[in-house]
Structures are given as C-alpha cells and as structure tokens.
Nanobody, 116 residues
C-alpha cells in the first residue's frame, strides 16, 4: 500500500491550493481517505475525509466552506483543496487511509506555505 502526495506548494494569502494523494496497492474505493495537517509546533489537526466509492465527504467544522475533497477513481487519486488561504494554514498536509477508525497508511506529507 502506498499513498504518494504532490510536492510542496507556496501560495499567497487569499488564494487556493490543491494537494493530491495517489493511492496504490489496494482497492481504492474500499477505504476512506482522511486529511490531517500539522502546523509548525502544533499537533495533528483533522480536516475531513472522503469516501472514494461514492464521493461522500465530511469536514471539520473549522474548515467548512473553505475545504473540498474529491476523488478520481480512474487514477486512484484524492484531492484536498483549501481556499482563502491565510498564514495560519501554513502546515504539512497528510492524507491517510482509514481502517476501522484508525489510520493505517499515511502519505509522505506536503508542505504548504502561505506567505506574501
């Protein structure tokens, strides 16, 4: 099983960023994919998740209206897009596969830096 994320991003405040997570080695639609971030000096923060089978999503209240999750079953890739970026969104963003309520595989992380 592998989750491979896209590379580091640098964005200006107010813009958007999309991070990808390509899955391999398992049945893509059989597991939810969650997104978690870690800001400098902070703990992990859950952002939300997507069910690749039907595209259903759930997001943390903090991010509602700013985050969207999509899945492309043709490429076994999920995407997280965060809009209206601010400096506090600077963090490492991770995708993780959810198995029975726990995360069993993680992507390598994507650094997103928001700075003018």
């Amino acid at each position: 099983v592998q989750l491979v994320q896209s590379g580091a991003e640098l964005r200006n405040p107010g813009t958007s960023v999309r991070v990808s997570c390509k899955a391999s080695g398992y049945a893509f639609t059989a597991y939810f994919i969650d997104w978690v971030r870690q800001a400098p000096g902070q703990g992990l923060e859950w952002m939300g998740r997507i069910d690749p089978e039907n595209g259903g999503t759930k997001s943390a209240q903090k991010f509602q209206g700013r985050v969207s999750f999509t899945a492309d079953t043709s490429t076994s890739t999920v995407y997280a897009e965060l809009s209206s970026l601010r400096s506090e969104d600077t963090a490492v963003y991770f995708c993780a596969r959810r198995e029975r309520g726990e995360f069993d595989y993680w992507g390598q992380g994507t650094q997103v830096t928001v700075s003018s």
